[in-house]
């Protein structure tokens, strides 16, 4: 899987309590890309991310927050998990001019 | 906005015929247009892609997709399928901030 990797990899955990969620890519990509993938609705992006601390919002970013602190790291936090936040995580990287993205192996979380 | 549409939510196809996922597109600009394939629990992979040039576009395990201008669309194409297809095809499109915009996705189930 492209030298991506997701931590952890199948979560539950109760509303209220914060959650993150770390990707880590070995491939020294500019580009992250966090999305959540919901049965009916595709793949939604959540934030992404064009360098060390550069990061902007995507289409369903209201509950989440995003750092990056190194080229290889790329964590998601929800602050206060809620029921409509159980989903599969993707997260994703893309080199410069290339275009395509590499997906990581995903994240099952469920919010009880 | 750059979107994609995939019309069928899933696609029935016998084993040894040929398979055709469909994609159409709206962008402004000059599209770059890409199709990924996803198999049960597991992360997206890349399929092949269309920046410029020839129309037939080849991709992995013997995939290719046609670029038709003039029906914005990007349909993918196998000559024969197998059972090993069967897996959920996803069309996606980029924006000019190197972000993909991802339609909902294909079913496609290869009947042995």
């Known amino acids: 899987d492209a030298g991506i990797t997701q931590s952890p990899r199948h979560k539950v955990t109760e509303t209220g309590t914060p959650v993150t969620l770390r990707c880590h890519q070995t491939?020294?990509?500019?580009?992250m890309y966090w999305y959540r993938q919901d049965p009916g609705h595709g793949l939604r992006l959540i934030h992404y991310s064009y360098g060390v601390k550069d990061t902007d919002k995507g289409e369903v970013s209201d509950g989440y927050s995003v750092s990056r602190s190194k080229t290889e790291d790329f964590l998601l936090t929800l602050e206060s998990a809620t029921s409509s936040q159980t989903s599969v995580y993707f997260c994703a990287i893309s080199g410069v001019g290339t275009g395509e993205q590499y997906f990581g192996p995903g994240t099952r979380l469920t919010v009880t | 906005a750059q979107s994609v549409a995939q019309p069928e939510d899933q696609v029935n196809v016998a084993e040894g015929n040929p398979l055709t996922v469909k994609c159409t597109y709206s962008?402004?600009?000059?599209?770059?247009l890409f199709w990924y394939v996803q198999y049960p629990n597991r992360g997206l992979q890349f399929l092949l892609k269309y920046i410029t040039g020839d129309n037939l576009v080849k991709g992995s395990y013997g995939f290719e997709a046609e670029f038709n201008k003039s029906q914005t669309s990007f349909h993918l194409k196998k000559p024969s399928a197998l059972v090993s297809d069967s897996a959920l095809y996803f069309c996606?499109?980029?924006?000019?901030?190197?972000?993909?915009?991802f339609g909902k996705g294909n079913q496609v189930v290869v009947i042995p």
């Open positions: 962008v402004s600009g000059n599209p770059y």
């Open positions: 491939e020294n990509h500019r580009y």
């Open positions: 996606a499109v980029r924006d000019g901030n190197n972000r993909l915009a």
